[in-house]
């Protein structure tokens, strides 16, 4: 299974750069897996907040293939610790998927339209992350699972 997780607009901080080189180095050994960062919207500061989630919207949705078994990362989602987080990635690979990406949104979250094509939304916690933390956090939890289905070291119960 091809894992792939979507992000709008660059990794600015070069220690988060790094945590997120990190964790794709070890995740390598486990699953293909890609991080695809889609430009920020141009001239949002002018745009209303509904219509930046929509432009970034049609630019999430043109990277969808229609296998795609599509996440969303999203606050009103549903919480996993680590361990049954490795569960729904094993349940995801056991079904067959081709595909499992995961999306992290924009400032303002995402458009209607990307919401419908969503197949699940996961929350990572109750509190609130800046975007860039998010993708290494969310990086290091993937590997973090494959290590619990391995039967490796790195987690700890």
């Not at 949705?61 to 094993?90: M, W």
């Not at 949104?105 to 929350?123: E, L, R, T």
């Amino acid at each position: 299974m091809k894992t792939c997780l979507i992000v709008i607009g660059k990794t600015d901080s070069a220690y988060i750069r790094d945590g997120i080189a990190e964790y794709e180095k070890r995740l390598a050994r486990y699953l293909p897996y890609e991080m695809k960062v889609l430009a920020d919207v141009k001239n949002s500061k002018s745009m209303s907040e509904n219509l930046q989630k929509e432009k970034e919207g049609k630019m999430i949705l043109e990277q969808l293939q229609s296998t795609d078994y599509v996440v969303l990362l999203d606050e009103r989602g549903k919480q996993y610790s680590s361990v049954d987080f490795s569960e729904y990635l094993s349940h995801k690979m056991l079904r067959g998927i081709n595909r499992l990406v995961f999306i992290v949104g924009g400032p303002y979250g995402f458009s209607d339209a990307v919401y419908k094509q969503a197949n699940d939304k996961i929350s990572l916690s109750k509190m609130t992350f800046s975007h860039q933390m998010v993708r290494m956090i969310f990086v290091e939890q993937i590997y973090r699972a494959m290590t619990i289905l391995k039967g490796g070291p790195y987690h700890h119960e």
